[in-house]
């Protein structure tokens, strides 16, 4: 069996597990408020588990052939015209060209598209003092494990992020209507780096109500 892709963790150090089974499905744990960077080719699937059901996921994929062409919630939203994809939408790069496209998802479906990436500054305004982990920099730490630099920190798809509307534009911050072992699943439709981040946002009920940040599994095929 051939490797599905390049696989690289963040953190070297950090407790974490590569399997492949019979199929050749590469198995990899996104370690809790960590980030995690694959290639992986065009035409092959990878699903995000939520092997908890409480965590989200912040994801991001580049061109992995050009870091300036990314994954675009704005773009996206244009294309499929609704706030959550499903079955079958594509997501858009920043030069409109489908770079995943959702072909499973046994969650209820409630992804978020609207939400930046968490930051220093948002813990800041919230209150932290002191460093926390964030998913901007563990974006910033997966893609440099592959020596790629993002070219700005994109808006990401917060997989299983619950962030309901209202009719009158008003949001909530929720907890994920997940089940553990709920999962969505991609095909690439180009050579790309994917990066996901297990969420550290503790201080918000985004990823339940205990506040415990979780692990997550990606599986490539
Ligand atoms: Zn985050």
Not at 4 to 11: P, S, W
Not at 38 to 46: D, M, P, Q
């Given at each position: ?58 994801s991001w ?16 939203r244009a ?143």
């Amino acid at each position: 069996m051939t490797a599905a892709a390049t696989l690289i963790q963040i953190n070297a150090g950090q407790a974490w597990q590569k399997e492949q089974d019979h199929m050749g499905a590469t198995k990899l744990t996104i370690p809790a408020r960590k980030g995690l960077a694959v290639r992986i080719e065009a035409g092959r699937t990878f699903s995000i588990v939520n092997t908890h059901g409480t965590q989200v996921v912040d994801s991001w994929a580049f061109n992995g052939a050009d870091m300036a062409e990314f994954m675009s919630m704005e773009h996206s939203r244009a294309g499929f015209r609704r706030l959550c994809s499903r079955v079958g939408d594509s997501y858009l790069t920043n030069k409109r060209r489908p770079i995943v496209t959702v072909i499973d998802d046994t969650s209820p479906g409630r992804h978020d598209t609207l939400i930046a990436a968490c930051d220093v500054y948002r813990y800041q305004a919230l209150g932290h003092v002191g460093h926390h982990d964030n998913c901007t920099e563990n974006l910033r730490d997966a893609l440099a494990m592959l020596g790629l630099v993002p070219p700005e920190t994109p808006a990401p798809l917060n997989l299983f992020m619950n962030i309901p509307w209202e009719p009158n534009g008003d949001l909530f911050w929720n907890e994920p209507m997940t089940m553990p072992g709920d999962a969505i699943t991609f095909r690439a439709e180009m050579d790309l780096v994917a990066v996901f981040s297990t969420c550290p946002m503790d201080l918000l009920p985004i990823n339940g109500k205990d506040g415990v940040i979780r692990d997550a599994e990606i599986v490539v095929n």
